[in-house]
């Protein structure tokens, strides 16, 4: 096969002609193969000679009999590292530049990956970064012996055979995957290096862990190209919600990393009796149950990225918006025992197609369960397990657009209690107006105890629309184009939800699927005023004055966390405080000249304290 066919760039024509060997790739079973090393192979190490390292393993890869199960030797690597990506050219970024981080310029950096790749067998393949029509023609160039991560990036993104290329395929975007310059270069640091040069988005992977790069570079070239022509790709999933009544609701939920995205295509998780376990008081020791005889049907539409495109958006006041990947990368630390989420087991312990596992642990021709987690430490269990699920093999997936009727964001609180109070203030769920909830798509908490990167402390934020880790440009765009979309899609209906705790109880990812129960049977979130009471907390909307689903009642103390007494009202009020801290601290920064008026009306009305009636007057609802 003839790689010239791919029109690559000078650059990238000048490493595949200098190169041992080219490998053509047409498919992901081809890079199956390759990943274990070979087809007579059951397992592989993944390894590179590195001066004063010696041969150092990255990863070991085990064929198992529902794919491959990979295992990275540093624990390190086993999370995405929030602070990997870095900027290497001279075009607007709010990000670290390779130039202030490591006091050189990437040019040098460039050249010498290069060489490198010059002395590799390379894999080379075809994909489109997001949908035709809507994203870029990309290559990505790895080499033979990190066949996995080739393997998860085809999963993730897809392939276009090289004989079945589109007649206008220009690449406009290449991956470089340099794995040695972890070692070589970053001190062991997962980096990740974007740079757009004469209208070529450049990204190179100087690790092996797909998140930063296979998984999230590729949204960050999404997110740069969307910056200049006007609209967004979400981090999001979406799922239609088809309730026994046949009525049906599409829920779009937001959030940072460990904000609940996955969880909310998953079933509610039922206690061995079929009831829910609504919450733990971690004081008292009291637990709490539901009873909700018969679920929801769930139709997923997409995992983490949503694209928000002027081609399928539609005329109903609603924000319409349809799947950016080819694979979703499901995290399953919470499903630690089996019969925890029967669908995905099931799914993944048997699927149509070979899945990629990461942070499991399997044997080579055994079967990946994806409730046996590899172990950081004796007794800790690594809290990013993860499998990439083609979206192909997952039952009833949506594939065209939706339009969105509830728009959800999802927090990880820590525990709130008088002794010690904390922002883990945020009630069951809470009804948000438009321009508030604009500002929480600004601030992004990360929140408590992220599984899904590297530790940080205390309350930090992601950034615009929970994405800002991802941007390669402007933060200040990327919110005036997410205050487009909340101004203008007005019967789109806005809601909260907490996950982990809500004040002194332990709950889990549970007020997500009662949340998601109860918008569904009742239409959707919009509700009467006699319905719904301002929060003490105005940054918080409005909470429910009662709930019920399914004639069951919810306490009181689950909506309004300062009724909890194990809070009160105090430490209720020094939460607040934590939260209006956070929210003017995030906020400033967005106060540029190029901010929307509108938008600098709303920042300034967080930042002076307003009312929500305050907020609500900003963007009036439909």
């Given amino acids: 096969m003839d790689w010239h066919r791919y029109q ?122 997001g949908k035709a029509g809507m994203g ?46 972890r070692h070589t270069h970053f001190a062991g640091r997962q980096v990740v290096v974007h740079n757009r040069v004469s209208g070529l988005h450049e990204m190179f992977s100087f690790n092996l862990y797909p998140g930063p790069s296979a998984k999230k570079g590729v949204y960050g070239m999404l997110l740069d190209l969307g910056e200049r022509e006007g609209w967004v790709t979400a981090h999001c999933s979406t799922v239609q919600v088809i309730t026994p009544y046949d009525n049906v609701v599409t829920i779009m939920h937001e959030g940072a990393s460990g904000g609940g995205k996955s969880e909310m295509l998953e079933q509610v998780h039922r206690e061995p009796d079929g009831r829910l376990l609504l919450g733990e008081n ?106 990439i699920v083609p979206r192909h093999i997952v ?31 945020i009630g069951l769920f809470h009804l948000l107006p438009p ?44 919110a005036n184009l997410l205050l487009e979309q909340f ?19 332990r709950v889990g990812f549970m007020p997500q699927w009662i949340a998601r129960e109860y918008l569904a049977r009742r239409g959707g979130a919009k509700f009467k005023p006699d319905q719904i009471r301002q929060a003490r907390c105005p940054l918080l909307g409005y909470t429910l004055h009662q709930l019920h689903v399914e004639g069951r009642m919810v306490a009181r103390w689950f909506l309004q966390v300062d009724t909890q007494p194990e809070v009160g009202e105090e430490a209720y009020d020094q939460g607040a405080q934590i939260l209006y801290n956070f929210f003017r601290q995030c906020l400033v920064p967005y106060l540029q000249t190029d901010l929307h008026p509108l938008g600098r009306q709303i920042i300034e009305c967080c930042l002076d304290g307003g009312r929500l009636e305050d907020y609500e007057a900003l963007i009036p609802g439909e």
């Fill in 8 to 129: 690559p760039p000078l650059d990238v024509a000048a490493i595949l002609d200098a190169c041992p060997r080219v490998i053509p790739v047409n498919s992901a079973d081809e890079l199956l193969e390759l990943a274990c090393g070979g087809p007579n192979s059951d397992s592989y190490e993944v390894a590179h000679d590195i001066p004063g390292l010696g041969r150092y393993v990255e990863a070991t890869v085990m064929r198992v009999r529902n794919g491959i199960a990979v295992n990275y030797t540093d624990p390190y690597m086993r999370r995405r590292d929030p602070d990997c990506l870095v900027v290497g050219d001279d075009c607007p970024t709010d990000k670290d530049t390779f130039q202030r981080r490591f006091g050189r310029d990437f040019a040098t950096v460039r050249q010498e990956a290069f060489d490198w790749l010059k002395g590799q067998e390379l894999v080379v393949f075809a994909f489109v970064a």
């Fill in 136 to 181: 870029l023609h990309a290559l990505a160039i790895a080499p033979a012996n990190a066949g996995f991560f080739a393997f998860g990036l085809a999963l993730l993104q897809g392939i276009l055979p090289l004989d079945q290329l589109p007649a206008d395929f220009s690449p406009r975007a290449i991956i470089y995957v340099v794995p040695p310059f």
């Fill in 487 to 505: 101004a203008t899609y007005k019967r789109t209906r806005h809601v909260l939800i907490p996950n982990q705790h809500i004040g002194a109880w």
């Fill in 282 to 387: 971690l004081v008292t020791g009291e637990k709490r149950y539901l009873e909700i005889p018969r679920s929801c049907e769930l139709i997923p539409v997409c995992d983490d990225m949503a694209l928000c495109h002027p081609a399928v958006q539609g005329n109903n006041s609603k924000l319409w918006l349809m799947d950016a990947e080819e694979a979703w990368f499901v995290r399953v630390n919470h499903i630690n025992y089996y019969g925890a989420h029967m669908p995905l087991e099931r799914l993944t312990a048997q699927p149509a197609a070979p899945l990629l596992f990461l942070n499991i642990d399997a044997v080579p021709g055994g079967r990946a369960l994806i409730w046996e987690h590899t172990q950081d430490a004796p007794g800790k269990p690594c809290p990013n397990p993860r499998v």
């Fill in 395 to 425: 039952p009833n997936v949506i594939n065209g657009p939706v339009s969105v009727d509830v728009r959800s964001f999802g927090v990880r609180t820590p525990p709130c209690t008088r002794e010690k109070p904390s922002y883990g203030i």
């Fill in 435 to 478: 321009a508030l909830a604009w500002l929480w798509r600004l601030v992004a908490p990360r929140g408590h105890e992220s599984p899904s990167i590297v530790d940080t402390v205390g309350l930090s934020s992601e950034g615009v629309g929970s994405y800002g880790p991802f941007l390669v440009g402007r933060q200040v765009p990327q």
